[in-house]
């Protein structure tokens, strides 16, 4: 299974896991270390912790609903000039500071600069 690109989902500021796009769908994975911590809490409803990654052929529904709609996903498709329909593309570039305690990045926080 080939990665195209890869996610890394942060929850309050702690690294949660990756998810990752492939040539078969989408997985999204939790991070032993998170799994492990006292304070560590799910992603969402539909994904409660676990040690198996989640799979799936399309975009994850938690995930695709952090995409911006509307007006702003005019603007961000236009200022990143992204596909509207790339909604992989969209999460990583629109998802950084969203509404709620998960944040999208493309790569590691410590390696992002502001």
Same mark, same amino acid.
């Given at each position: ?60 529904? %938690?995930?695709?609903? =952090? *995409? ?7 603007? $961000? +498709?236009?200022?990143? /000039? ?5 909604? %992989?593309?969209?999460? =990583? *570039? ?7 305690? $998960? +944040?999208?990045?493309? /790569? ?7």
């Amino acid at each position: 299974m080939n990665t195209f690109r890869t996610a890394y989902i942060y929850v309050r500021d702690s690294f949660a896991g990756l998810l990752s796009e492939t040539d078969e769908g989408y997985i999204f994975t939790y991070d032993p270390a998170y799994l492990s911590a006292p304070n560590a809490s799910a992603v969402s409803l539909t994904m409660p912790l676990s040690e198996k990654p989640y799979v799936s052929k399309t975009l994850f529904p %938690f995930f695709d609903g =952090l *995409v911006p709609e509307g007006w702003l996903l005019e603007v $961000v +498709s236009r200022n990143w /000039k992204l596909d509207p329909q790339d909604r %992989f593309g969209l999460l =990583l *570039v629109a998802c950084r500071d969203g509404i709620g305690n $998960v +944040s999208v990045y493309d /790569k590691p926080r410590s390696e992002v600069t502001e």
